[in-house]
């Protein structure tokens, strides 16, 4: 990069290769791009927050990760002070405390054993364990996400949406799963996909039996939701390392390419402030 990076540029970044199951433990080991994200969450800017937030959120998602993230100097405070600043979103407020969560309970003998017991059928829910009322998960299967380009479109739809706490991909299997606070509807959500033009969404839920159920979003009825306006647009695609074919940032097996810009990234952190 020609360029110094900003901050927001630095941590979508990071976001962006924390969202590589691949590149997780290498984030969380590494001695600068840690502790650069828990200064982000004490950031200005509440889409640098955010996004931080967004990246730490992946990283949680590694079970090997979070005894290491859980005693990082700063990680827990520092979520704490996202939740009670009267100024932070709902929606930050929620992502923050989900993560502060899923890291407390990572200290239970108890906790491990039974999401240890239950991993395997729960692998696509998100956030495991978490007791947080406020909050739901719903699992949509989108027809047409076939591709980076693709899943970012379905990224800003899903983003312009206030109530939508946080969200991720399986795209093998077409799948996106959302978070979102309880008095929102689904409904929203597969109105947002459709939005797109290029892509539709149904629900999918469990049958009584316990068989995966795909219920259609009804199309002549699309529902009307309060846009997102707390929180300032994420970079333009352009931008975006996903649009970069030729640089595997957030592809699956990308962990070369990507640890060489997460050097990048640490470089710039370690200058920019003091440890």
């Not at 630095?10 to 994200?37: K, M, S, Y």
């Not at 999401?115 to 739901?136: D, H, V, W, Y």
């Not at 795209?171 to 959302?178: G, P, T």
Request: aromatic share 6%.
């Amino acid at each position: 990069m020609s360029l110094e990076p900003d901050a927001l540029a630095v941590v979508n970044q990071l976001r962006e290769l924390a969202a590589d199951p691949l590149n997780r433990r290498a984030i969380v080991q590494d001695q600068g791009c840690l502790p650069g994200l828990i200064l982000f969450l004490d950031h200005p800017n509440p889409q640098v927050v955010y996004s931080a937030l967004l990246a730490v959120r992946y990283l949680a998602e590694c079970r090997a990760n979070r005894e290491k993230m859980k005693g990082e100097l700063g990680m827990m405070l520092s979520l704490q002070n996202v939740m009670q600043k009267t100024t932070t979103p709902g929606e930050t407020k929620l992502l923050a405390s989900e993560i502060y969560e899923i890291l407390q309970s990572s200290s239970s003998a108890e906790a491990d054993q039974a999401e240890g017991a239950t991993s395997c059928r729960r692998k696509a829910q998100f956030f495991l364990g978490t007791t947080n009322k406020r909050a739901k998960t719903v699992v949509l299967h989108i027809d047409g996400l076939d591709d980076a380009s693709r899943r970012s479109l379905c990224e800003e739809a899903l983003l312009k949406i206030r109530g939508v706490i946080s969200f991720t991909f399986q795209m093998a299997v077409k799948r996106c799963i959302v978070r979102i606070r309880s008095d929102l509807k689904a409904e929203a959500l597969g109105s947002a996909i459709a939005s797109t033009k290029v892509m539709k969404a149904q629900q999918v839920v469990k049958s009584e039996e316990g068989d995966e159920v795909m219920i259609p979003f009804q199309e002549d009825a699309p529902v009307e939701v309060e846009q997102n306006t707390e929180l300032p647009e994420y970079l333009p695609e352009e931008e975006s390392p996903s649009q970069e074919q030729d640089k595997a940032v957030s592809r699956v097996g990308s962990k070369q390419d990507g640890s060489g810009w997460l050097n990048t990234a640490a470089n710039f952190l370690s200058r920019s402030f003091y440890w």
